[in-house]
């Protein structure tokens, strides 16, 4: 009897305990699948807005501009900064909330909106285009004489560097299609002018029937010697999905971009640029595009902003690798190419602007090298004097986070690859050797 009665008071104990946990559980997981949306003022919206259309100008593009303080607004504002050799400060606490903007002449953005009126030549680049992209649609559009764009809303948002989505929550009294002689709001960025696409003076125009379908130049065999007489460079982050202009090793301009799966990976390595086609002619093959083999059943693709390497394509010493356009801006930096460096169209062209045959392009998936982090981390200690606040993995992040702009290497994205590392036992390690460094050194 007495023990039945201890078992008893046990289970009664134990049901008391875990019952709140229970419950505390269910309401965390509640909260968690159901959270409520901020509603951001029309205040907020353009304040987002202003900083977007300000990287924009300043060739630090944040991808399409949405309103919001995004991924690729935050990594873009980044290496603005550290193009300035300022200090670059934290990200913020919350998601789609407002960075440190201290020092940068906003201002300037004013105003953040325009007015914009459909014209004749709007409505010349329009043509029955089916919506989409991919096997299902590329039979559809091989059969057409060209690939402009579907329809005027599609056109306006390209032009003003915006989401679509963006532009119909900017103007909602729009209903129906857009058409000749109607206003809508749209950002207050130099607008992307296709015709202008033709007039393009690249720095190595190429004349080919077949964009992805130059042969290889002997020189990818090996990696090209850099030469002393061309300083500028293109280096791409595949881990960061970023692709930066360096001048001398100093960053200069920034695009986000979509780069290779694991089943068809982007070429890790030194390329050299062989030059630029306008308009390009794209020769569609599914299975090479997602296993790498060249097979007979294939379909040509003709030029216009709806093809799918969009309006330019810069060749590399790599036979069907590219830096091209897209005719989905949409989903730069979200999804993945079939190993191609992919930009929106109004970045491409302003790249293919600044690069010139043999310029180098590297493409890097770690960020620094070994022997680059140790020159920097040597840099950095010699600056910093509050080094004992360096007591776990998250402050080590923080810390290279706030010291990367005294590297006197160039950071290739180090802000994104350090939020990338904050669960990684790596960093902690890295923290303590840190740490043991800079006692060693006191001593």
């Known amino acids: 009897m007495r023990t039945s009665l201890r078992i008893a008071i046990v289970l009664a104990l134990v049901a008391a305990i875990v019952s709140p946990l229970t419950a505390k559980k269910h309401t965390r997981a509640r909260a968690k699948a159901s959270p409520t949306p901020h509603k951001r003022s029309d205040a907020e919206i353009e304040a ?20 919001h303080y995004n991924e690729f607004t935050l990594k873009a504002l980044a290496l603005y900064r550290e193009s300035r050799g300022e200090l670059v400060p934290p990200p913020p606490p919350k998601p789609d909330s ?3 903007l201290n020092g940068l002449d906003l201002a300037g953005v004013n105003p953040v909106f325009i007015q ?38 599609q056109e306006v948002a390209e032009k003003f560097h915006c989401d679509q989505k963006f532009l119909g929550e900017l103007n909602p009294g729009k209903s129906g299609p857009l058409k000749l002689g109607d206003q809508v709001r749209v950002p207050n960025v130099e607008p992307f002018e296709l015709d202008a696409v033709k007039n393009l003076k690249p720095g190595s125009e190429l004349t ?59 070429p890790i390595g030194d390329w050299k640029v062989r030059g630029i086609v306008k308009m390009p002619t794209f020769r569609y093959d599914e299975q090479m595009l997602n296993r790498g ?18 309006v330019i394509w810069i060749a590399l010493n790599k036979r069907g690798i590219g830096i091209h356009g897209t005719d989905e801006p949409d989903t730069i930096g979200k ?47 010699a600056r910093v004097e509050n080094i004992r606040t360096i007591r776990s993995a998250k402050s080590f992040v923080r810390f290279r986070r706030s010291v990367s702009s005294f590297c006197i290497l160039p950071s290739y994205f180090m802000e994104s690859r350090a939020a990338n590392c904050r669960r990684d036992e790596a960093t902690a390690r890295g923290a303590r050797g840190l740490r043991s460094e800079v006692r060693g050194q006191k001593k």
């Not at 593009?61 to 949405?66: E, L, M």
């Not at 010349?124 to 329809?151: F, T």
């Not at 190419?337 to 493409?363: F, T």
């Open 293 to 310: 083999e060249r097979s007979r059943n294939f379909l040509i693709l003709k030029p216009g902003p709806n093809n799918p390497v969009g």
């Open 335 to 381: 999804g993945v190419s079939h190993g191609c460096i992919r930009l929106a169209n109004w970045d491409i062209v302003r790249l293919a602007g600044r690069v010139k045959q043999e310029y180098l392009c590297q493409c890097t998936r770690k960020g620094r090298t070994k022997k680059e982090e140790a020159t920097c981390a040597s840099v950095v200690l």
């Open 48 to 67: 987002a807005t202003r900083l977007q259309v300000f990287l924009d100008r300043a060739n630090f593009s944040p991808g399409k501009i949405d309103g």
């Open 98 to 100: 407002a960075p440190d």
């Open 116 to 153: 914009y009126t459909v014209t004749d030549a709007d409505l010349k680049n329009i043509g029955p285009v089916p919506p989409g992209s991919g096997a299902l649609v590329a039979p559809e559009k091989a059969k057409l004489p060209a690939l402009p764009y579907r329809d005027v809303a």
């Open 208 to 266: 080919a029937d077949l964009a992805n379908e130059m042969s290889d130049d002997p020189a990818a065999q090996s990696a090209p010697e850099k030469s002393t007489a061309v300083t500028t460079s293109v280096k791409v982050d595949v881990k960061t999905n970023m692709l930066g202009v360096f001048e001398a090793e100093k960053i200069v301009a920034a695009y986000p971009v979509t780069v290779g799966s694991d089943q068809t990976r982007t």
